[in-house]
Nanobody, 126 residues
Framework: VQLVESGGGSVSAEGSLTLSCVSS????????MSWFRQVPGKEREGVAA???????SYADSVKDRFRISKDNAKATVTLQMSSMKVEDTAMYYC??????????WGAGWHRHCFGDWGQGTQVTVS
C-alpha cells in the first residue's frame, strides 16, 4: 500500500490550490480516502474524506471552501481548496482505510478515515 501526495506550495489568502494523492494497493470497493492536516505542536486533524460510494464528509472549518473527489480509474483522490485562509497553513496528509463504513462513525466520519498515510505535502497561505 502506498500513498503519494503532490500539489502543495505557497498561495495568497483567498487563493486556490489543488492537492492530489495517488494510491496503490487498495481495493476501492470498500476503501475510504481522506485528507488530514497538521501544524507543529497540534494534533493531526481530519479535513475531508470520501468513501467507496462517493459520499463525502468535511470539517466545519473547510466546508463550502474545499472539495474532495476521486478518480477510481486513476487511483487518485483530489482536494480542491479555494478561498484559502492563513489558518489553512499546514502539512497535508493523504490517508486511506480499507473496509470502512461511514455509518459506524456517524457525523464527522472523515476524522476516522485513516489507516495508511502518505508522506505529506506542505501548504502555506500568506
Amino acid at each position: 500500500v502506498q500513498l503519494v501526495e503532490s500539489g502543495g506550495g505557497s498561495v495568497s489568502a483567498e487563493g486556490s490550490l489543488t492537492l492530489s494523492c495517488v494510491s496503490s494497493g487498495y481495493t476501492y470497493k470498500s476503501a475510504c480516502m481522506s485528507w488530514f492536516r497538521q501544524v507543529p505542536g497540534k494534533e493531526r486533524e481530519g479535513v475531508a474524506a470520501i468513501d467507496s460510494s462517493g459520499r463525502t464528509s468535511y470539517a466545519d472549518s473547510v466546508k463550502d471552501r474545499f472539495r474532495i473527489s476521486k478518480d477510481n480509474a486513476k487511483a487518485t483522490v483530489t482536494l480542491q481548496m479555494s478561498s484559502m485562509k492563513v489558518e489553512d497553513t499546514a502539512m497535508y496528509y493523504c490517508a486511506a482505510a480499507e473496509n470502512f463504513t461511514p455509518t459506524v462513525w456517524g457525523a464527522g466520519w472523515h476524522r476516522h478515515c485513516f489507516g495508511d498515510w502518505g508522506q505529506g505535502t506542505q501548504v502555506t497561505v500568506s
